[in-house]
Structures are given as C-alpha cells and as structure tokens.
Nanobody, 119 residues
Framework: QVQLVESGGGLVQAGGSLRLSCAAS????????MAWYRQAPGKQREMVAI???????KYADSVKGRFTVSGDNAKNTVYLQMNSLKPEDTAVYYC?????????????WGLGTQVTVSA
C-alpha cells in the first residue's frame, strides 16, 4: 500500500503565499504523475495542477501564473507553491498520485489539507 501525506495548509491573508507538500511512501512504486486537487464547500473537486514523472505540468486556468507545481523524484514528493492567494482559493487541497505498484496502475489520494484565505 502507498500513503500520501500532505502538509503546509493553513490560514493566510489575501495576497499571501503558502507551500503545500505531499510525500508518497509505502510499497515499491513508480510514478506516472502526481497532482493537486481542491474542493471548496458546496463545489465539486477540481484539478489544480498536475506534474508528470517527466516534469510536464498543467494548471487550471484559475491558478495559472500564481501557482507552481514541482516535484522531487528522489523524495517522492510533490509541492504546490501558491502565491497571490485569493479568498476563492479557500478549499481543502488533496494530493493525488497515479502510480504503478507491482506493475499495475493505481490511484491514491491523501486526506487533504485545509487552505483558508481571508479577505
């Protein structure tokens, strides 16, 4: 089994910054991609940013230019640097990993970390 542990959430004023981390551990695996999703109250979960094992990235239009996703393959860790935060960024942020475990594709989710941006 693989565990994803997120950290770095919290309360910040609008215009501020936060850096989220997600570390994957457990069974031997290889990574296809890792991503950050978020879910605000009353809304569907949405993809925020994704990074592939090759380093390609993709962002939701709402965060382009403000958020940066990066990864450390040696540490099996993905980061989300969030700058110029807005109140509408308030949500629970979830780490997602698309991995190969024992040769089989598997998807894993973290438990989430709360990000609250005050006006």
């Amino acid at each position: 089994q693989v565990q994803l542990v997120e950290s770095g959430g919290g309360l910040v004023q609008a215009g501020g910054s936060l850096r989220l981390s997600c570390a994957a551990s457990g069974s031997v695996f290889s990574m296809n991609s890792m991503a950050w999703y978020r879910q605000a109250p009353g809304k569907q979960r949405e993809m925020v940013a994704i990074i592939t094992s090759g380093g390609s990235t993709k962002y939701a239009d709402s965060v382009k230019g403000r958020f940066t996703v990066s990864g450390d393959n040696a540490k099996n860790t993905v980061y989300l640097q969030m700058n110029s935060l807005k109140p509408e960024d308030t949500a629970v942020y979830y780490c997602n990993a698309d991995l190969f475990v024992g040769g089989w594709p598997r998807e894993f989710w973290g438990l989430g970390t709360q990000v609250t941006v005050s006006a």
